[in-house]
């Protein structure tokens, strides 16, 4: 393409130039001089232009994607070898010093150490060869850098639960949709005002202790526990309304045909972590388990909005590796619904 467009010039050069040496010869014959100099350079240059601007133009061309595709297999090597640092896992170099976390109550101002498998490259794959590497990290930027001290100190009896808002996902009446559902909010004052409630509060959806036995245990109380005294029950964890809808059908929980709420057990989606931080129960598992921000595992009863009684499970802190379900669990809180039963009479 460019050779052309240099040929294409140079004859437009030589035409300007004959036609020059003719207009030359019309006004004054005595020129010759001028007009054979002319001709000569026209000459030459049309003589360049057909020998050395085919070769120009290739080499040119060649030069520039020769040029071009060794830049992009540049870049293509510096973007497999930023991706293969980042997934490499296994190293045992240390880091120079640690990261100190903001001081707060739970804080993590230490490295910490855990088991890894380490990995062979292979085509760009990442294949794991052995699982008992161990590999020394130091604390970086987490969720624990974010968190506010209040967010961490848990509120006590007598206080006010926080007043949020729940967005949850309710059914439509008569909707023929293929998804019958909508967005609505719940508040706080708007849940336990005037009333008495039991809420039990968890890490994580779908996780193994609040699936097996947190909610179910809560569920086959619900009815002794509304015999006590209690207008009703609800779980809240740090999941959003879609999750904790499909656990709950996962866990077996009867759904209302009307508004797509659980019948007995109710479930609270506290995406946000909003009600979580408000009563001080926030929790961090980043390099345990991955959870991210969630709830430390408790359970209350709600008089009105003021927190009557509050079971919160031993050791608390951040990155626990336990998964405690001892006060916190339907029993105890039946214990205590009883007692205050057997006080009024």
């Known amino acids: 393409m460019h050779h052309r467009l240099t040929s294409i010039l140079l004859g437009l050069l030589l035409s300007a130039q004959l036609l020059r040496s003719f207009a030359l010869v019309r006004e004054e014959y005595k020129l010759a001089r001028e007009i054979i100099i002319s001709i000569s350079i026209s000459i030459i240059m049309t003589t360049l232009a057909f020998w050395a601007a085919p070769k120009c133009g290739a080499s040119f061309l060649t030069t520039t994607t020769t040029a071009t595709a060794s830049t992009r297999r540049s870049q293509a090597a510096r973007r497999h070898l930023t991706t293969t640092v980042r997934n490499m896992v296994g190293t045992t170099k240390p880091a120079k010093s640690p990261v100190l976390l903001p001081h707060s109550p739970l804080g993590r101002t230490t490295p910490f150490t855990l088991t890894t498998p380490t990995t062979t490259l292979n085509g760009g794959r990442r294949w794991y060869t052995n699982h008992n590497t161990t590999t020394t990290a130091t604390p970086g930027l987490s969720s624990l850098d974010v968190l506010k001290p209040e967010w961490t100190t848990p ?3 007598g206080d006010h639960v926080p007043n949020v808002l729940f967005l949850c996902r309710v059914r439509v009446p008569n909707s023929a949709e293929e998804n019958p559902f909508e967005w609505d909010y719940f508040t706080s004052r708007g849940l336990f005002a005037g009333k008495r409630c039991v809420v039990f509060a968890l890490p994580g959806a779908f996780t193994p202790t609040c699936s097996t036995s947190h909610v179910p245990n809560f569920e086959a109380a619900f009815d002794e526990i509304l015999e006590l005294g209690v207008d009703q029950v609800y779980c809240v964890s740090v999941n959003d309304a879609f999750v904790m809808r499909q656990w709950g059908l996962h866990l077996g929980l009867t759904e209302d045909p009307t508004t797509g709420q ?6 609270l989606p506290d995406g946000a972590a909003l009600f979580t931080r408000g009563m001080g129960m926030s929790t961090v598992w980043d390099y345990e388990r991955g959870f991210g921000e969630r709830s430390w595992r408790y359970s ?4 009105d909005c003021v927190i009557e009684k509050l079971f919160v499970e ?3 802190a951040h990155n626990s590796g336990p ?3 001892t006060v916190s669990d339907a029993e105890p809180m039946l214990d205590y619904l009883r007692d205050c039963d057997s006080d009024d009479e």
């Open 323 to 325: 998964d405690l379900l």
């Open 155 to 157: 509120k006590q009896e």
């Open 300 to 303: 209350m009863v709600v008089n």
């Open 262 to 267: 659980f019948q007995k057990v109710q479930l």
């Open 314 to 316: 031993p050791g608390r």
